[in-house]
């Protein structure tokens, strides 16, 4: 079965940093392009980062680039999101995504961890 655990999560004071591990495990995870994704409270879901299964392309949104650098280590099954320069509006809950293709594409999401940014 698919599982992803996110961890990391915490209260950092503005401008402070933090890194966000999620250990994956039931799939070809080093096959698989890996997201974050991220809801503040009362929010709607907001798409974070992506990784290409090797690693070496990455994408952010406006909101963190700059900020926020996402890695993984498929020897481990890990992907991390290092985040610096951290402002109060990205408190939120930070998830873990993978979409898995088998004829139709399928998404598997972890349980979250919490990130809150206040001084």
């Known amino acids: 079965q698919v599982q992803l655990v996110e961890s990391g999560g915490g209260l950092v004071q503005p401008g402070g940093s933090l890194r966000l591990s999620c250990a994956a495990s039931g799939f070809a995870f080093s096959s698989s392009a890996m997201n974050w994704v991220r809801q503040a409270p009362g929010k709607g879901l907001e798409w974070v980062s992506r990784i290409d299964s090797g690693g070496d392309s990455t994408t952010y949104a406006d909101s963190v680039k700059g900020r926020f650098t996402i890695s993984r280590d498929n020897a481990k099954n890990t992907v991390y999101l290092q985040m610096n320069s951290l402002k109060p509006e990205d408190t939120a809950v930070y998830y873990c995504?993978?979409?898995?293709?088998?004829?139709?594409?399928?998404?598997?999401w972890g349980q979250g961890t919490q990130v809150t940014v206040s001084s």
């Open positions: 995504k993978v979409v898995v293709v088998v004829f139709r594409a399928y998404e598997y």
